[in-house]
Each structure stands twice: as C-alpha cells, then as structure tokens.
C-alpha cells in the first residue's frame, strides 16, 4: 500500500508564505508525476502545480511566479513553496502522486488527506 502524508498549512497574511511538503511512503517501484491540487466549498479540485520525474514542472496561471514546485526523487517528496499569498488561495491542498507499486508493477494515482491552508488579515 501506499500513502501520502501532507504538512505545512496553515493561516497567514495576504502576502506571506507558507510550504507545504508531501511524503510518499509503502512498497514504491517508482514516482511518475508529483503535484498539488486544491479545492473549496462547493468547487472542483484544481490543479495548482505539477513537477515530473525529471523536473518538468507546469502551474495554474493564478499561481505562476508566486508558487514553485520541487521534488526530491530519492526521498519520495515534493514540497510547494508559496510566496506572496492572496485570499484567493485560500484552499484545502492535497497532494498527489503517480506510483508505480513494487508489488506487481502495478500504477495508480495517490491522494494525500488535504491540508487547509488560509489566507486571511
């Protein structure tokens, strides 16, 4: 089985940063895509960034420049920086991941359980 641990939110002022980390853990062959989604009330998940194996990244237009996404392929995590931070952004964020499972080869996508982070004064 695998899991995916998330860490990092919080409350904070428009303006400031926070990080966000994910650890992914259990019988892991390999990591395709790492991400972060988001999600509010009543709204769809988003994707807010996504950084493949070979660091590739892609992020939602509302978040470049201010968020970036980085990834540590030894240790299974992927860590969100998020700088200059508006209300707007206020969210659940949940980590995903794409794993390839030892036992069998076989692949699917992996959530982690969503930390909330708030913007607010």
């Known amino acids: 089985q695998v899991q995916l641990v998330e860490s990092g939110g919080g409350l904070v002022q428009p303006g400031g940063s926070l990080r966000l980390f994910c650890a992914a853990s259990g019988s892991i062959f390999s990591i395709a895509g790492m991400g972060w989604y988001r999600q509010t009330p009543g709204k769809q998940r988003e994707l807010v960034a996504l950084?493949?194996?070979?660091?590739?990244?892609n992020y939602a237009d509302s978040v470049k420049g201010r968020f970036t996404i980085s990834r540590d392929n030894a240790k299974n995590t992927v860590l969100l920086q998020m700088n200059s931070l508006k209300p707007e952004d206020t969210a659940v964020y949940f980590c995903?991941?794409?794993?390839?499972?030892?036992?069998?080869?076989?692949?699917?996508?992996?959530w982690g359980q969503g930390t909330q982070v708030t913007v607010s004064s």
């Open positions: 995903n991941a794409d794993v390839t499972q030892v036992a069998g080869m076989r692949r699917a996508y992996y």
């Open positions: 950084i493949t194996g070979g660091g590739r990244t």
